[in-house]
């Protein structure tokens, strides 16, 4: 039976639109060969020519011959993005997050997916432990990369018992396959007081240094503990003693990977630094922030961000009439994590305006426990409760409450807990404003009464007025 795959869209002046091709098409096969998902549509339009068969709504097949660059894409999007179902995690991991959710959540935050197309797509990290032979040389005969792995440990039987998974040693074999394929790839290790640290995590570095340049990084984070952990292993935070020595390891191995291979390569995350008490390391040692989905150097970039953007708003023709004339007070709201270097930008801003009031508050995790510090596992209940008791006790929130868009679900006005931002405004009287992540948008969200939310289509449009 034939492989089929349906258009959602089409691109407006993309190839596809030039050869007539209209969402509701099924595309059967290119130059040929059936497709079986996203990793063999992407490869089989490389080539310069090719032979597109589509089905038409009425069951007409059309055969379109096309000429085109080597790179370029049809400029189709499918209903399913993978083109295929998608695989799931078969593991049962001693530090798994999802098993920590309490019930009654919507059903997608319980899906684990493991599937190797999801890296190369959209960078998640994968076990390797539902890949098979197949999919090792699919990727390597298509240099599909970076494949982005969940190490954890190079010690087979140490990682098939924190995977629960008896495969899982043997697995580590595919970072071998890849390195003689020249395929790029990244590492992670969720490292777990007394499992996977200490000499482990020695271990671990220094065999996966083995795989430099190809292996690029390996970050190592803390696992993430919430207080619904009843029945699964006992994992304990990691002390400022414990987070020091951990950093310390780290370190004693980047500079002999640079001076070797122009990488640092291995990076402790923004948790183990703030645990350990460390100043964050210097931009030049994130190896241009490869790790920063995984909390690598999220600081450390915004921190640099917002010193570009307040050099630059300072040296703006506004800035001495801002002094002036700016008189406002807003709130901002944050996971803990952040909060220390928030407050130091505050401190900054509000000594340059002394007409501007910022008062930023740390989000105390009740929902899943003060153990997780991020932000974007802030749900609404907690942010609704913890500013009520505030407002309660007589402060003034300000004209408008500045959020991280991560709090957020995205291209959504709803947070982790399905509270609504509609919702948290009406509990607090007060604007609610989420902000993107840089430095630039920090400054320009305190400043400027014109950066505002609108809401169109259910959406979060930003809109920016400040002069820089």
């Not at 074999?173 to 969720?190: D, K, S, W």
Request: glycine share 8%; with cysteine; hydrophobic share 40%.
């Amino acid at each position: 039976m034939s492989l089929e795959h349906i258009v959602k869209e089409v691109i407006p002046g993309s190839i596809a639109q030039e050869m007539e091709i209209v969402p509701g098409d099924v595309l059967l096969a290119i130059n040929d060969k059936e497709i079986e998902d996203v990793f063999d549509y992407r490869y089989l339009l490389k080539d310069e020519y090719i032979e597109v068969l589509v089905r038409k709504p009425d069951g007409e097949e059309w055969l379109l011959e096309i000429e085109k660059d080597y790179d370029d894409d049809l400029g189709i999007e499918f209903e399913n993005g993978l083109m295929s179902e998608y695989r799931s995690c078969s593991n049962k991991c001693i530090f798994c997050f999802i098993d920590q959710m309490p019930p009654g959540m919507r059903e997608t935050l319980y899906f684990k997916d493991d599937d190797s197309r999801l890296s190369f797509l959209q960078g998640n990290y994968i076990t390797l432990t539902n890949m098979t032979e197949k999919d090792v040389e699919r990727i390597i005969q298509m240099q599909l990369a970076p494949i982005n792995i969940s190490v954890q440990t190079t010690n087979p039987e140490l990682r098939c018992r924190m995977l629960h998974n008896r495969f899982a040693g043997e697995k580590l074999q595919f970072l071998q396959r890849f390195y003689e394929g020249h395929v790029e790839m990244n590492g992670q290790i969720v490292c777990c007081k007394g499992v996977n640290d200490g000499e482990e995590l020695r271990r671990s570095i220094t065999d996966l240094m083995a795989y430099l340049p190809f292996m690029r990084s390996v970050s190592v984070v803390p696992a993430g503990i919430s207080r619904f952990r009843e029945g699964l292993y006992p994992i304990e935070m990691f002390t400022k003693e414990e987070a020091e020595q951990i950093v310390d390891m780290i370190e004693s191995y980047q500079q002999a990977c640079f001076e070797q291979y122009g990488l640092h390569f291995i990076h402790a995350s923004d948790e183990f630094y703030i645990l350990a008490g460390r100043k964050f390391p210097e931009e030049e040692r994130y190896d241009g922030y490869i790790q920063l989905e995984n909390g690598v150097g999220m600081m450390r970039l915004l921190m640099e961000e917002f010193a570009s953007a307040w050099e630059a708003a300072s040296g703006s023709s506004r800035f001495q009439e801002l002094r002036q004339t700016l008189q406002r007070t807003v709130t901002v709201a944050t996971g803990q994590l952040a909060c220390s270097t928030l407050e130091v930008f505050a401190g900054q801003l509000m000594d340059a305006y002394p007409g501007l009031m910022i008062r930023v508050c740390a989000i105390r995790n009740d929902f899943f426990g003060e153990t997780i510090t991020v932000s974007g596992l802030v749900t609404g209940q907690d942010l609704i409760a913890q500013l009520q008791e505030r407002q309660k006790a007589g402060e003034n929130l300000g004209e408008a409450l500045l959020i991280p868009v991560n709090m957020l679900r995205s291209g959504e006005q709803v947070f982790l807990d399905d509270v609504t931002v509609a919702e948290v405004e009406k509990a607090l009287g007060l604007r609610v404003v989420p902000v993107e992540a840089g430095g630039q948008d920090f400054v320009d969200a305190v400043l400027d009464r014109e950066y505002c939310m609108e809401r169109e289509n259910e959406q979060f449009v930003y809109v920016r007025g400040y002069d820089r």
